[in-house]
């Protein structure tokens, strides 16, 4: 079994939609969760950092941490045709290295 | 934020040469480097993990024969795929961790598309 479960899409959406990914662990040392975008052939970006349960709000992007189901999830509000990329969950233990889940790719379609 | 420069951002190169792959962190330390590599539509597999000025720590199945690791600078590390081979093919990313900065905040380079013919 995985450490990290991502719901795996592709999700297609219209523009101004509210998107919600989502990530399942099983490993309770993680402290520290990541939202990751990724563009095409490119690099990973990092959105949102959280290490606390609870909402996490940046702009058009909330980050939800559920530390008792294990449970993590981005929300994007109002979704723009440049969202439309695969977003990456990660999480870390105090000891540095990172788990990425697979990713789920969206499109938001004009 | 944090920039991490990677190149070359492609590279073509025939079956049993080397080919190197370059990480720079501007205008930052980068205490901790990490190397991967990613499949289509696939995650990041680690490779191995860096830390300036001692040999890197590559994960279980990883060739460190094959894949060279040198972080001989707080700015730099570069990847040497030694003689590549088809099966090499793959996207690879390096990624920075900046000294005082939370653990898991991590900076990407943004990628190597490698094609061995």
């Known amino acids: 079994q995985k450490e990290v479960e991502q719901d795996p899409g592709p999700l297609s959406v219209p523009e101004g939609a509210i998107v919600s990914l989502n990530c399942t662990y099983s490993?309770?040392?993680?402290?520290?969760f990541m939202w990751y975008r990724q563009y095409s052939r490119k690099g990973p970006e990092l959105l949102m950092y959280?290490?606390?349960?609870g909402n996490k709000e940046d702009g058009r992007f909330t980050a939800q941490v559920d530390k008792s189901s294990k449970y993590i999830s981005l929300f994007i509000r109002d979704s723009q045709p440049s969202d439309s990329a695969t977003y990456l969950c990660?999480?870390?233990?105090?000891?540095?290295?990172?788990?990425f889940g697979d990713g789920t790719t969206l499109t938001v379609k004009p | 934020g944090a920039v991490v420069s990677q190149h070359p951002s492609r590279v073509i190169c025939k079956s049993g040469t080397s080919v190197k792959i370059e990480c720079r962190s501007l205008d930052f330390q980068a205490t901790t480097m990490f190397w991967y590599r990613q499949f289509p539509k696939k995650s990041l597999m680690l490779m191995a993990t860096s830390n300036e000025g001692s040999k890197a720590t590559y994960e279980q199945g990883v060739e460190k024969d094959k894949f060279l690791i040198n972080h001989a600078s707080l700015t730099l590390s570069t990847l040497t795929v030694t003689s590549a081979h088809p099966e090499d093919s793959s996207f690879y990313i390096c990624s920075a961790h900046i000294r005082d900065m939370p653990t898991g905040k991590l900076f990407f380079g943004s990628g190597t598309q490698l094609s061995v013919l």
């Open positions: 990660a999480m870390n233990t105090n000891a540095g290295k990172s788990t």
């Open positions: 959280t290490y606390s349960s």
């Open positions: 490993n309770s040392a993680f402290q520290y």
